[in-house]
């Protein structure tokens, strides 16, 4: 069974930087995708981030180019989301997500989810 489990939310001042953790587990190839998505209070989740773990071929939303990055450690099985320059409407409840195949920008694509974690970021 594919579990992903999620660290590293936490609060900052705007310009600040956090890092995000997926550990993923459960996978018996390596054909799949993982992606960050956030859901603010009363908006639709939407994603931020994804990765493929066949090529590491990434994607990222228009508003978080140049300030965050996707990266993997396959030994570790952990995906990360780097996240600089941090601004108020950043703030959300971040998930981590995964997908057999390529990756995807929709969340109604993906059959395992993270716990989420809550990233805010003060004015």
């Known amino acids: 069974e594919v579990q992903l489990v999620e660290s590293g939310g936490g609060s900052v001042q705007t310009g600040g930087s956090l890092r995000l953790s997926c550990a993923a587990s459960g996978f018996t190839s390596d054909d799949y995708a993982i992606a960050w998505f956030r859901q603010a209070p009363g908006k639709e989740r939407e994603a931020v981030s994804c990765i493929s773990a066949t090529d590491w071929m990434t994607n990222y939303a228009d508003s978080v180019k140049g300030r965050f990055t996707i990266s993997s450690d396959s030994a570790k099985n952990t995906v990360y989301l780097q996240m600089n320059s941090l601004k108020p409407e950043d703030t959300a409840v971040y998930y981590c997500?995964?997908?057999?195949?390529?990756?995807?920008?929709?969340?109604?694509?993906?059959?395992?989810w993270g716990q989420g974690t809550q990233v805010t970021v003060s004015s």
């Open positions: 997500a995964a997908r057999l195949g390529l990756y995807s920008g929709s969340h109604s694509l993906y059959d395992y």
